[in-house]
């Protein structure tokens, strides 16, 4: 499904969500220490097909809920007044046992709304088929339901849905990270020609293209790299959720105000 967005090319876009759209796992080689993504990617193609300059907000923060997201970015991007949002959130969520994917996407129509009331075309995206994952894959059937949910919101407000669950591309594990949450550079530079593509605009390339293929891990190898998932990921996330703790605590969106980006 393909919904036409009503404004294209765009003046103004914010990016909202959590660490995937902070764009962990991607580090920016302009700036030391901080992430690029595939929301900055994404505005770069923007502001490349647009006649005009575009200006550009992420106010993405690693560990953010969707509650936390609704809360304390959508009043700040609806004061922006942005021509184009990118709404991805719920994923932090959908990880904890419990979770309720209904009440999810009743909360997530309700800011799709408003932005929608404001004049802004909406961008959302559908979680990633967990089933290769160990642990993470008792999570796909609320995934599932989510991204059903998001298919019926996107219709009935006229928004775009960029179908990351549907992306054969994105089940080769060399696009992800270790933590097997975030994507790396190339996962994020075809994520974005994908919105890109999404949103209507150019996106030529190799980005549907699967990686070379490569010979099967050596079973000492695999069992030493699930090890280190264990180790390295689900005991830190388990405790941090023991203590109530996030991995965004304490941090600020990376470019919480628009600002004009260089067309190339």
Same mark, same amino acid.
């Given at each position: 499904?393909?919904?036409?967005?009503?404004?294209?090319?765009?003046?103004?876009?914010?990016?909202?969500? /959590?660490?995937?759209?902070?764009?962990?796992?991607?580090?920016?080689?302009?700036?030391?220490?901080?992430?690029?993504?595939?929301? /900055?990617?994404?505005?770069?193609?923007?502001?490349?097909?647009?006649?005009?300059?575009?200006?550009?907000?992420?106010?993405?923060?690693? &560990?953010?809920?969707?509650?936390?997201?609704?809360?304390?970015?959508?009043?700040?991007?609806?004061?922006? +007044?942005?021509?184009?949002?990118?709404?991805?959130? &719920?994923?932090? /969520?959908?990880?904890?046992?419990?979770?309720?994917?209904?009440?999810?996407?009743?909360?997530?129509?309700?800011?799709?709304?408003?932005?929608?009331?404001?004049?802004?075309?909406?961008?959302?995206?559908?979680?990633?088929?967990?089933?290769?994952?160990? $642990? $993470?894959?008792?999570?796909?059937?609320?995934?599932?339901?989510?991204?059903?949910?998001?298919?019926? $919101?996107?219709? +009935?407000? &006229?928004?775009?849905?960029?179908?990351?669950?549907?992306?054969?591309?994105?089940?080769?594990?060399?696009?992800?990270?270790?933590?097997? $949450?975030?994507?790396?550079?190339?996962?994020?530079?075809?994520?974005?020609?994908?919105?890109?593509?999404?949103?209507?605009?150019?996106?030529?390339?190799?980005?549907r293209e699967p990686l070379v293929p490569q010979p099967p891990r050596a079973l000492r190898?695999?069992?030493?790299?699930?090890?280190?998932?264990?180790?390295?990921?689900?005991?830190?996330?388990?405790?941090?959720?023991?203590?109530?703790?996030?991995?965004?605590?304490?941090?600020?969106?990376?470019?919480?105000?628009?600002?004009?980006?260089?067309?190339?």
């Amino acid at each position: 499904m393909h919904v036409s967005p009503s404004r294209s090319p765009w003046h103004r876009y914010v990016a909202l969500g /959590d660490s995937f759209t902070e764009g962990l796992s991607d580090p920016d080689p302009d700036r030391a220490g901080e992430f690029r993504g595939w929301a /900055d990617r994404l505005a770069g193609h923007l502001a490349a097909a647009a006649g005009h300059d575009v200006e550009y907000a992420n106010l993405a923060v690693r &560990g953010r809920l969707l509650g936390q997201v609704l809360e304390e970015q959508v009043p700040v991007a609806l004061d922006a +007044r942005p021509d184009l949002v990118s709404l991805v959130a &719920g994923g932090n /969520d959908l990880l904890r046992p419990g979770a309720d994917p209904d009440r999810l996407a009743a909360a997530l129509e309700d800011a799709v709304a408003r932005f929608r009331a404001a004049g802004a075309d909406v961008l959302l995206a559908t979680g990633v088929d967990p089933r290769e994952t160990p $642990i $993470i894959r008792r999570t796909r059937g609320r995934v599932a339901v989510f991204n059903a949910s998001l298919w019926s $919101i996107a219709a +009935r407000h &006229g928004a775009v849905v960029l179908d990351l669950w549907g992306s054969p591309w994105l089940y080769d594990w060399r696009l992800w990270d270790g933590d097997r $949450i975030h994507l790396t550079a190339e996962g994020h530079r075809r994520t974005a020609l994908a919105a890109a593509a999404a949103l209507g605009l150019p996106a030529e390339g190799d980005w549907r293209e699967p990686l070379v293929p490569q010979p099967p891990r050596a079973l000492r190898a695999a069992v030493a790299e699930e090890i280190a998932w264990l180790r390295g990921f689900v005991v830190p996330w388990v405790a941090r959720r023991v203590r109530g703790r996030s991995s965004g605590d304490g941090r600020a969106a990376k470019r919480p105000v628009p600002l004009a980006l260089p067309r190339v």
